[in-house]
T-cell receptor
Framework: EDQVTQSPEALRLQEGESSSLNCSYT??????LFWYRQDPGKGPEFLFT???AGEEKEKERLKATLTKKESFLHITAPKPEDSATYLC???????????FGQGTTLQVKP | DVKVTQSSRYLVKRTGEKVFLECVQD?????MFWYRQDPGLGLRLIYF???????EKGDIPEGYSVSREKKERFSLILESASTNQTSMYLC????????????FGSGTRLTVV
């Protein structure tokens, strides 16, 4: 069965304290891995798409990487405005359907 | 700016009412999806549609139905609302091959009393 697992469930950081969020997946054939950011009471916003092992994408303080079994979202010198829930999702077929992990809730304290 | 628009941000309905949640996208996407999101359970797929008048059940279709009469509009229907359907409902759309992932709406927080 295709499965996506994110860890940790919750993460508290001090402002400036870098860390990483993990997304591990067990799927029959990966077509793409997606990261989203979700603020409370809002819909998820797209951050990155990764398609093949070794690929990396960056945006401001965020950097996403992909291996054959997992993806990391690295947060460098986070700020309080980076506080949100980060969702990982994988696409395993050409139907467009995504399988989501349960998310990591990040809190960055000033 | 491309958008997925959900008709209501907040709704309060009574048990037994028929509830309609509307979603409209302006990206000419073939695929549209309805999810519900609950604390500790993550995003769960209710129904999705690959084309006009086409629909497929997701993981938790019980108590819900959908309608897609036009490409840009995908409606979720709660036939007889129950308190366990209190949740955040998210609509999303994507291209036919999903190459760029989903674009989500801002969500509808439904409370059934």
């Amino acid at each position: 069965e295709d499965q996506v697992t994110q860890s940790p469930e919750a993460l508290r950081l001090q402002e400036g304290e870098s860390s990483s969020l993990n997304c591990s997946y067990t799927v029959s054939g990966l077509r793409g891995l997606f990261w989203y950011r979700q603020d409370p009471g809002k819909g998820p916003e797209f951050l990155f798409t990764l398609y093949s092992a070794g690929e990396e994408k960056e945006k401001e303080r965020l950097k996403a990487t992909l291996t054959k079994k997992e993806s990391f979202l690295h947060i460098t010198a986070p700020k309080p405005e980076d506080s949100a829930t980060y969702l990982c999702a994988v696409q395993v077929s050409n139907t467009g359907k995504l399988i989501f992990g349960q998310g990591t809730t990040l809190q960055v304290k000033p | 700016d491309v958008k997925v628009t959900q008709s209501s941000r907040y709704l309060v309905k009574r048990t037994g009412e028929k509830v309609f949640l509307e979603c409209v996208q302006d990206m000419d996407h073939e695929n549209m999806f309805w999810y519900r999101q609950d604390p500790g359970l993550g995003l769960r797929l209710i129904y999705f549609s690959y084309d006009v008048k086409m629909k497929e059940k997701g993981d938790i279709p019980e108590g819900y139905s959908v309608s897609r009469e036009k490409k840009e509009r995908f409606s979720l229907i709660l036939e007889s609302a129950s308190t366990n359907q209190t949740s955040m409902y998210l609509c999303a759309s994507s291209s036919s091959d999903g190459h760029y992932g989903y674009t989500f709406g801002s969500g509808t927080r439904l409370t059934v009393v």
